[in-house]
């Protein structure tokens, strides 16, 4: 409240006031008001809910009956077997500066940087297969795109690569020349490729990882 403020008393359609004396009666309000204001939350919430759950028992119950049915399942747990081996396999990954692999994600793996760190954070969180740095070789040239992720549903390769300092000219002009040669070879964002940026005043966070994902609806 400002210096100069004034307390009224709201009672159905008129106002009355209340002066500075009385602090208690005006305590007292403010308190019934809080009280009143927070039922009304609390309220709201339990009505969302009540909707949330009345929406999403069906869809659930389907869910739940897809899943348990043994022959879908056996399909299913096929496919994931079929995804864990590959991401097992031993493939040719980049040599360059082993010593730089310093940032230790959740799932174990060595990365580069805190931003291949979300990375790897949500394509664990989404079960999404992949590979660090794999070995590229498209016409002569041999590339390590960040993350090489097999699309659960197609099995189709998709690639994602992370360019952290686009602030610097040098490094931005060498990250368009890559986009430049990738789509040349048919590797095209939006389509089979995904591509973030960041720079020092503009950090990379998880929940810009999250958002990236959704680029290709995996």
């Not at 403010?30 to 909707?51: Q, W, Y």
């Not at 790897?120 to 090489?148: A, S, W």
């Not at 591509?195 to 966070?205: A, D, G, L, Y």
Request: proline share 5%; aromatic share 12%; hydrophobic share 30%.
């Amino acid at each position: 409240m400002g210096k100069y403020s004034r307390w009224y008393i709201e009672m159905e359609e008129k106002k009355e006031y209340l002066p500075r004396t009385e602090y208690k009666l005006a305590n007292v309000l403010a308190h019934k008001k809080l009280l009143s204001l927070k039922r009304d939350c609390i309220s709201a919430k339990i009505k969302g809910l009540k909707s949330y759950f009345r929406i999403i028992s069906k869809p659930n119950e389907k869910l739940t009956k897809f899943i348990s049915h043994p022959e879908y399942n056996a399909l299913i747990q096929a496919e994931n077997s079929n995804h864990s081996s590959w991401v097992s396999e031993n493939y040719n990954k980049c040599p360059n500066h082993p010593e730089q692999l310093s940032f230790t994600c959740p799932s174990g793996n060595q990365v580069r940087s805190k931003s291949e760190v979300f990375i790897d954070m949500v394509l664990n969180q989404h079960h999404i297969p992949y590979r660090y740095e794999c070995e590229l070789l498209l016409g002569k040239t041999i590339f390590y795109p960040d993350f090489t992720i097999k699309h659960p549903l197609t099995d189709e390769l998709i690639y994602w690569e992370h360019f952290g300092l686009m602030d610097d000219k040098s490094y931005s002009q060498n990250a368009y020349g890559k986009l430049q040669l990738y789509s040349n070879n048919g590797i095209i964002p939006g389509k089979n490729l995904i591509v973030t940026f960041e720079t020092r005043k503009n950090p990379f966070s998880f929940s810009d990882a999250e958002a990236a994902l959704t680029q290709l609806h995996l």
